[in-house]
């Protein structure tokens, strides 16, 4: 019996001190007040970019947490601005954040800016040319998680792209010599590049002042190409897309509507006249890298 006592001795005093080792290997999400900190985890639109499929290690995201009460403004928030960076593995701010007690609305916005002048009408504007880091740039991402109680749980944010992708597939036509060279060159005309965004709503509107410019298109694969675009309607018919392959403009005028979060697909066909280049509407896709 008293070995029994013994035993069960050892295996009480054993697991106890497995406890406190634990819990002295947990991460404290606490500091010297009892404040708990702040934690989030991200996700991509599509969650597989800043590569165009996912996040990267270095990337930084602008955050604000405000009162649930109270509404969003520049500053006097309980998190004003606050960049939050990717490892590679997960995000953490410059700073340690903590809660105190309440509700509160959080958003978060990519890429961060350094300097916001307005969380209603933050003015941006998209790159002309995309054709390399330009369009990373210009694909601007949103989330906002409202009404979340101060927890040592993180706050899980799904971003979702406000503006809008224009795809352009090149096709051969029946009477186009030769194959579509790997280095033509899209353009999109006549779109406006300037807009300001609503970090409360996620809501990107074009600015009814901006000047319409061309942009260059981005490189996907042979023949395929795309562009991020302000949110916008083209209500007459007007130069929208060219191409140029071999020293030859291939010029197709038209309507358009891009719609915010949309991807739009359009294929070119390119015949041996310049003048009889044909488009074909292809799908509108809301999940896209």
């Known amino acids: 019996m008293h070995n029994i006592k013994s035993l069960a001795s050892v295996l009480f005093l054993s697991a106890v001190l497995a406890s406190c080792t634990d819990r002295q ?3 404290a999400y606490t500091d010297s007040d009892g404040k708990t900190e702040m934690r989030f985890t991200l996700s991509h639109p599509s969650q597989t970019r800043a590569t165009d499929t996912a996040f990267e290690q270095g990337d930084a995201v ?9 509404p969003l403004e520049i500053a006097g928030n309980a998190v004003n601005n606050e960049r939050l960076v990717f490892s590679g593995s997960d995000w953490a701010p410059d700073r340690k954040l ?13 890429p961060r800016m350094a300097q916001v002048t307005s969380v209603t009408d933050l003015p941006v504007r998209i790159n002309d040319d995309q054709t390399a880091g330009g369009y990373e740039a210009s694909d601007i991402l949103y989330a906002s998680a409202l009404g979340v109680a101060a927890s040592a749980d993180p706050v899980s944010l799904t971003f979702r792209h406000i503006m809008s992708k224009l795809t352009v597939r090149l096709i051969k ?8 060279p790997a280095d033509a060159t899209v353009y999109v005309h006549n779109t406006v590049t300037d807009a300001t965004v609503d970090l409360y709503a996620g809501v990107a509107t074009r600015d009814p002042k901006g000047s319409r410019r061309t942009l260059t298109a981005r490189r996907n694969a042979q023949a395929n190409y795309s562009a991020i675009i302000v949110p916008q309607r083209l209500d007459n018919r007007v130069p929208l897309i060219e191409v140029v392959a071999n020293g030859v403009s291939f010029l197709y005028e038209s309507k358009f509507q891009f719609k915010p979060g949309m991807h739009h697909i359009v294929s070119l066909v390119m015949d041996k006249n310049p003048e009889q280049i044909k488009i074909e509407i292809g799908g509108e896709l809301t999940d896209w890298n």
């Open 98 to 110: 903590f809660w105190d007690n309440g509700t509160y609305n959080v958003f978060a916005y990519y």
């Open 25 to 27: 290997n947990e991460p």
């Open 62 to 70: 602008g955050l604000y947490v405000a009162e649930a009460s109270a």
């Open 173 to 180: 036509g029946e009477d186009y010599e030769g194959d579509i």
